[in-house]
C-alpha cells in the first residue's frame, strides 16, 4: 500500500518537522517498534481550538484538533523513517484531552484520531487506545496523542 498517496487522496498534506520545544525526541525506535511522543494540535505554528473541552472547544472542534495530531504524528514518522509504507501496524494510542470537571466524552474526541489512521492505514490502523481527561495541557491544548507503532 502506498501511504504517501492515500494521505494525498485524503486531502491531508503533512507538515514539515520542526525541533521539539522540549527536552524530547518526537520518535524512540526499539527493535520493531517506535514510541512517538506526544503530539498537540500545531498548525502553521498556531495551536487548533485551545482551551477545556466541553467548555471552550466543542467535542466537533476537539475531534477536528486529534485529527491534526494525527497529521503531526504521521509528518514525524515520515521525517524519522523517510517513508510511512515502513509502518506495519499502529499498535496503541492515548488519547490525553484536556476537559472540564464532569464531562465524559474523551473517548469520542480520541475517535477523531483513530478513524483517520484507520483511514491511512487500513486494518493496519485498528488499534487498542486509552483516552483520558486531564486538567490542563501544554500550551493550552485540546487534545495530545502519543502512540505505538510497529515497523
Not at 523517510?82 to 492515548?94: C, F, H, P, Y
Not at 478513524?115 to 488499534?127: E, K, N, P, T
Request: aromatic fraction near 6%; include cysteine; charged fraction near 20%.
Amino acid at each position: 500500500m502506498n501511504i504517501e498517496k492515500r494521505i494525498e487522496e485524503l486531502g491531508i498534506t503533512l507538515p514539515a518537522m520542526s525541533a521539539p520545544a522540549a527536552m524530547y525526541i518526537p520518535v524512540k525506535q526499539l527493535g520493531n517498534t517506535l514510541f512517538i511522543s506526544g503530539q498537540i494540535p500545531m498548525r502553521d505554528g498556531q495551536m487548533v481550538h485551545p482551551g477545556h473541552v466541553g467548555e471552550d472547544v466543542t467535542l466537533e472542534e476537539a475531534q477536528e484538533a486529534a485529527r491534526v495530531c494525527v497529521i503531526n504524528m504521521l509528518a514525524a514518522v515520515r521525517y524519522y523513517l523517510g517513508d510511512l509504507d515502513k509502518v506495519k501496524n499502529v499498535v496503541k494510542i492515548q488519547a490525553f484531552v484536556s476537559s472540564r470537571t464532569g464531562w465524559d466524552q474523551q473517548h469520542l474526541v480520541a475517535n477523531g484520531a483513530s478513524q483517520l489512521l484507520y483511514d491511512v492505514f487500513g486494518d493496519a490502523g485498528r488499534h487498542a487506545r486509552t483516552a483520558c481527561g486531564v486538567n490542563q495541557l501544554p500550551m493550552n491544548a485540546p487534545v495530545e496523542i502519543e502512540a505505538v507503532f510497529e515497523i
